[in-house]
Each structure stands twice: as C-alpha cells, then as structure tokens.
C-alpha cells in the first residue's frame, strides 16, 4: 500500500478505536500483536496485509476493510442539489427486531417474525443463533424470518467472531439463564465489567440469581436458581436494553416482577406486546413502571409484526427538509415522533398528517405525514435528547444536518455518547458552520453554504446518516466511503431515496487494494 493510503487507514482504525473506549494495548491484545505496532498503523508506518486488517475490523467491530469477494469497502456516489418527490414507507425497527430475535430463545415452539428488517445488524444475531443450534430461514419471496429453536442450546459451537462483532450478544443474558446453570459468552466489543453499559445489565440480572465475572475474553456466567426478586427492581439506567434484558429474565419466572425506572420507548413496547404473544402478563407498558407475571414454560407457535422505525421516520423527514422537498412518509409511528415534530415546529417546519391508524401488531399509532419546504429558524433553545416520551437519544444527530439550513445558531447537546457529537463537526467539510464546544455540544450556524466533498463515512450510525443526508444538498458530486455502518441500521437506504429521485450510487474501488 502506498504510504497516503495506509495514512488513511491508520486515522480510520484511531478513529474507531477511540469511539469504541479501547488504548491502543487493549486493541493489541485483541489482534495478537504490541502497542508499539498499533501506533505505528495509526501512524501509517505500517505495511499492512489483508488478514491483519481483518483482524482489526473484527476487533473494533467495523468495516476497515470489507472482507468479501471483492475485498473492498463500500461507497457512495451522490449526484446532490436535487429535490426529492413522491412517497415512502417507513420500514420496520431495528431495534424491535433486535429485542424480538434475542425473546425467541424464550420459547420453544416457533416464531415467525413478519416483514421484519433485512439489515447486517439481523444478519449478525442470525448468524450466533444459527451457532448454537437455533435454525433460522428468510420465508420465500419475503422478508419473514422463522426461527425454530433446537430440543437444547449448545453454546459450545457458538460463532465467537459473529458474536464479538454485535454488543446484542450482552441480551442474550437474559434468555440464556433460563436454560444453563453456567455458561460463558463471548466478551462482545472489548467492553470491561462494569463499563456503564454493562453493569446496569448485571445489576438486573442480579435479582434473578445472576452473577457474571469477565476474564480472558469471555463473561462467566452462573446461575442460582433459588434466587428471586424480593422486591421491585429499580434499575439503575433507564436504558433500553437493559430494560429488555431483565424482561427476559422475568419472562419465565413464575412469579411476579416489578421493574422500576424501564424504558418506556419504542422497542420496549415492541418486545412487550411480542411476550404477550407468548403468554406473558405485562401491565405498565409505556410507562417507567412494568409488573411482569411470567411462566416456567413457553411453548408456542406465533407470528409477530414488529412496528415501524421511528429513527427511520426522522431520517427521512431530515431527508425532506435538507433537499427543501414535498414527500409523503407513510406508517410514521407518531407516539415515538410528537417532540421531534414539536421541536421542528418552533423551528418553522411546516407538515400534514392523516388520521391515525393502527401498526400490524395491533398496538402502535401510525400516520402518513407529508412534508412542506420552507424557511427554517434556530430553536430558542438546546436541542438535547431525554429518555422516552422525550426527544429520542437515536434522532438527536439529525437535528444537526436540520440546523444548518436553519437561520441563526443551534446548540445540540448530546449528553448520552462520549464521543458521538465529535462526529458532527464531520458536517464542516461538506459546508456547515459548526463549532465543536466540547465531547458533547456542537454550536452550529446556519444556513450552510453546502457544497460536495469526499468524505470518509463515520463509524456511528446515526453520524454516518446525517453525513450521507448533507450530501443529498450539497451541488455537485459527493463521495462517502465506507458505508458498511449505514447497512448495518438501514435496509436498502440508497435505492429508496433514489425512488424519491435522489442520484446515489453505491460501488467498489481500488483505493484500499494492495
């Protein structure tokens, strides 16, 4: 590789590393080599061969180099400056797909997941379930999963890289202990016991006689099943999978649970009304205060139509205001989008929606809603995310992009991530004015003067979104490379957009070949 080249890539794997919390000795211990050697990859003084590549993609749990038959990363090719037009559906959530594969393992019989998202995130669960025994197939000429669990688990052949490379492997805590005393998991994301999203999992997981240790790689994991909640659970973050996980656990003891502090957001819901299905007896669903009555066994054939993506919804309501376009999004979950909607009104967006209507799975409030361009003002006040009903931590980076078409200064904080804000400032090389004020506030001033770059696509989602939405105005032609961690959340993001008439290309080069 030519020196600039492994310069680029170098910056790239010190770019992960550090979203991803680990020194440069931690990445050193995971692929096999010194500190001294991974300094000098960041540095580019390296050579680099394509399985030590490999290796540190699989580390740091992102596509540094595509390890396909092409072996090349993917990219984006956008023609911008167009308007968008027609009409889009909203797909259905990651997040409850997620939430919704790991409960399978709760039963016995079989579950049928209908028009669930066709996504890497999927793919990577599918690929550990199938590891240890689970069998699961896409129904023809769909996108329904079915998902046939074996008489026993047998964790012993699970796919350790598919599981190193997804954190949802920490969710299968919660269905595992149902059926092991001991067992062990591989360490996923080289994420230390008690990191903060680690310990409130455990501190759950305790009340049910769960107890985990993290050595050489791996959670240990032992079970006393004697051990029951004696009182409600409070957990110790509202967060989402950790409220999905001590859902698990109370799902199949008989007894009763109380959880105090849940999320209440959308994938909790979701995962709610799927252990309903089940036989599960859930009262407080949306609300921070859940009473869980369980049963020792699940065997049962039922189907789910998890609900639609709020996230997506916002993506492409973002999609609409930086392109200054008229779309119809239909299946909008309205329940999980009224503060971004209340917030982009002070703002001065402009928007119809229909009367509401119910989602497939027979709970959740949809709504077709269609877009009116127009000028855009600064928020009076921060943006900042809160935990459900407030503004949701996952849509907070797509206020950015919307703030640079707006007249005067948003400031946005994002309190939750270390380091995602970071990200943002992205923005400037594609023409918006932002001020990176610390690890968490980003001041940005608006309009942007947008203009097309090349741009390397940021390890986060959500980042990785919000760069991909700013080249949709910016004249010209734009080029994001290394879009693997947009597929890893989005089905088919491209090909939808250039439904509405936007110009994305998705190819391969040879920039990263040896």
């Not at 969710?171 to 062990?184: A, C, K, Q, V, Y």
């Not at 909607?341 to 967006?349: N, W």
Request: net charge negative.
């Amino acid at each position: 590789m030519v020196q600039q080249q492994l310069v680029r890539i170098g910056g790239t794997i010190r770019e992960v590393r550090l979203e991803r919390g680990l020194t440069q000795s931690a990445l050193a211990a995971q692929i096999g080599t010194s500190q001294s050697a991974v300094a000098r990859i960041e540095q580019g003084g390296q050579n680099l061969s394509m399985e030590m590549l490999t290796k540190i993609s699989r580390a740091l749990d992102s596509e540094i180099i595509t390890v396909a038959s092409s072996n090349l990363p993917l990219n984006m090719r956008i023609e911008g400056g167009k308007q968008l037009s027609g009409s889009i559906d909203v797909r259905t959530s990651k997040n409850a797909a997620v939430a919704c594969l790991c409960a399978a393992m709760l039963n016995k019989g079989r579950t049928t997941l209908r028009n669930l998202a066709r996504i890497e995130e999927v793919n990577r669960i599918t690929e550990v379930l199938n590891s240890i025994g689970v069998k699961t197939r896409w129904l023809p000429d769909s996108s329904d999963l079915e998902i046939t669990p074996p008489e026993k688990i047998d964790l012993s052949t699970i796919d350790e890289v598919a599981a190193r490379r997804t954190r949802t492997i920490l969710m299968f805590l919660g269905p595992l202990m149902h059926e092991f005393d001991t067992f062990e998991l591989p360490n996923a994301g080289g994420c230390d016991l008690g990191a903060r999203t680690v310990e409130p999992h455990l501190h759950a997981l305790r009340a049910f006689g769960m107890s985990v240790e993290a050595s050489n790689g791996y959670y240990h994991v032992s079970v006393d099943n004697s051990v029951r909640p004696t009182k409600p659970i409070v957990l110790i973050e509202r967060g989402d999978t950790v409220t999905e996980n001590a859902l698990f656990a109370a799902a199949r003891y008989e007894g009763k649970t109380i959880i105090r502090n849940a999320s209440s957001n959308y994938m909790v819901q979701d995962l709610c009304f799927f252990l309903r299905e089940l036989g599960v007896s859930i009262e407080g669903v949306g609300t921070t205060t859940l009473e869980i009555q369980g049963v020792g066994e699940i065997n049962k054939d039922i189907e789910y139509f998890p609900s639609e993506d709020p996230i997506e919804a916002m993506s492409l309501v973002a999609a609409a205001i930086v392109t200054k376009s008229e779309i119809t999004i239909k299946r909008v979950p309205i329940e999980f989008m009224e503060i971004e909607l209340a917030i982009l009104e002070e703002m001065g967006f402009r928007y119809e929606i229909t009367e509401e209507y119910t989602s497939a799975n027979g709970e959740t409030r949809l709504v077709d809603l269609t877009t009116k361009p127009g000028p855009l003002k600064a928020p009076t006040d921060k943006i900042h995310p809160l935990p459900f009903p407030g503004l949701n931590i996952d849509n907070l980076p797509f206020f950015a992009v919307i703030a640079a078409c707006a007249e005067g200064q948003t400031l946005i904080h994002d309190w939750v991530y270390e380091n995602r804000a970071i990200y943002l400032n992205e923005l400037t090389k594609i023409g918006a004015t932002v001020h990176l004020m610390d690890p968490h506030r980003v001041m940005i001033e608006g309009p942007a003067k947008w203009r097309a770059a090349e741009v390397m696509c940021p390890p986060a989602l959500r980042p990785g979104v919000v760069i991909l939405l700013g080249m949709l105005a910016c004249p010209g032609t734009s080029i994001l490379r290394n879009i693997y961690v947009i597929n890893r959340g989005y089905e088919e993001l491209d090909e939808r957009l250039n439904a509405l008439g936007a110009d994305i290309t998705s190819f391969r080069d040879d920039e990263f070949s040896n």
